[in-house]
Nanobody, 120 residues
């Protein structure tokens, strides 16, 4: 059993900041990639940022220079620091992990989602 638990969403004014956290727990051997996706009603879930176990990062063009992804490998936790937030960043943000379980089986897991609302 693997769980991803997110925290840190909320309501913020445009130009403000929020920090999302996602902690993975359970039968985990190692985590390869941890990512943040977001989704708005009627649209497909889109990749916001990802980070590998070697700290190689990737960002959507729409968030480059404003968002920063980081991870704490010892705690199996990934963070998303969101600065200069815009109303169009409003979405449900999902944590996603690609990992190996204790039984050496690959698995992909999603968090429960965290609402981020940016008011204009």
């Amino acid at each position: 059993q693997v769980q991803l638990v997110e925290s840190g969403g909320g309501l913020v004014q445009a130009g403000g900041s929020l920090r999302l956290s996602c902690a993975a727990s359970g039968s985990i051997f190692s985590i390869n990639v941890m990512s943040w996706y977001r989704q708005t009603p009627g649209k497909q879930r889109e990749l916001v940022a990802s980070i590998t176990s070697r700290d190689i990062t990737n960002y959507a063009d729409s968030v480059k220079g404003r968002f920063t992804i980081s991870r704490d490998n010892a705690k199996n936790t990934v963070f998303l620091q969101m600065n200069s937030l815009k109303p169009e960043d409003t979405a449900v943000y999902y944590c996603y992990a690609v990992l190996l379980t204790d039984s050496q089986r690959p698995g992909n897991f999603w968090g429960q989602g965290s609402q981020v609302t940016v008011s204009s």
